[in-house]
C-alpha cells in the first residue's frame, strides 16, 4: 500500500510518500506561516504527484490554520484517488518520534498551545498513552508532567520552569509517520482543537 502523509498542524509543514513502510520521498519546512500556500506544492513535487491509496494526515492540536489546511488537502485528494483517509494525534507523532531515538521510555510531550498555554500529553514506555492532551496554564502543566524526558516544541521552556529532567524540541515530521503504532491511526478524520473555543454561540442557537 502506498501511503501519503501530510502534517502541517504546527509551524512546520511536511509530507511524505511511502511504499509499506518505505520512505520514497518527503520534505519538511519550518514555515510559521503560509501552510496553505505551500502545501499543494510540496504535494505536487513528490513521485507521482503524491498519489497514494491511504492518505494519513495530522488532526492536532496545534495550528488552527494548519489543521484545517491538512484536512482540506487531505479529504479532497482521499476523494479524487479514491484512497482511505486517516488521522493521527500531533502529540502521538512527537512521542513516537522520541521513541525512534531515544528507545523505549516514558516521556511527555508539550506543545504551544494558545493564549500563553501549552498542550500536555504523556506517554508510557511502551507508547501507550498516560495522560491524553490538555491544553494548561504553563504553571499547572508543569505540575502535571512529571516524566524525565520532554520533547515538544515548548519542552526547553517547560523543563527549565519545572528545574530539572531533559529536553528536546521537536516538530512533527511526516517523514516519520511510520513509527506510528497502528492503533495511533483514527478514521474519524476531524480536527482535534485541545481546547475549548473561544467564542461561544449565542444562546438558543445550535452548531
Not at 506561516?33 to 488532526?59: C, F, K, W, Y
Not at 476523494?79 to 516514558?106: I, K, S
Request: hydrophobic share 50%; glycine share 10%.
Amino acid at each position: 500500500m502506498r501511503t501519503l502523509a501530510i502534517d502541517c498542524a504546527t509551524a512546520a509543514c511536511s509530507v511524505a510518500v511511502f511504499e509499506g513502510e518505505n520512505l520514497i520521498a518527503g520534505e519538511w519546512e519550518l514555515l510559521g506561516r503560509g501552510h496553505a500556500e505551500r502545501l499543494v506544492p510540496m504535494i505536487s513535487a513528490l513521485p507521482q504527484r503524491g498519489r497514494a491509496d491511504r492518505i494519513a494526515v495530522a488532526l492536532g492540536p496545534g495550528s488552527f490554520t494548519g489543521i484545517r489546511v491538512g484536512l482540506a488537502a487531505a479529504k479532497a485528494l482521499a476523494l479524487a484517488w479514491r484512497a482511505e483517509p486517516v488521522g493521527y494525534a500531533t502529540p502521538d507523532l512527537l512521542a513516537a518520534q522520541a521513541r525512534a531515538d531515544h528507545g523505549a521510555m516514558p516521556l511527555g510531550v508539550v506543545m504551544t498551545g494558545g493564549h500563553g498555554e501549552w498542550f500536555v500529553a504523556a506517554y508510557n514506555a511502551d507508547g501507550s498513552c498516560a495522560q491524553p492532551v490538555q491544553s494548561l496554564r504553563p504553571e499547572v502543566a508543569v505540575a502535571a508532567i512529571d516524566c524525565a524526558l520532554i520533547v515538544g516544541s515548548a519542552a526547553e521552556t517547560f523543563v527549565a520552569r519545572r528545574g530539572h529532567g531533559t529536553a528536546q524540541n521537536m516538530l512533527p515530521d511526516a517523514r516519520k509517520v511510520m513509527a506510528l503504532s497502528d492503533n495511533a491511526y483514527t478514521a474519524d478524520v476531524r480536527p482535534i482543537y485541545g481546547r475549548a473555543p473561544d467564542a461561544a454561540l449565542p444562546a438558543g442557537k445550535s452548531r
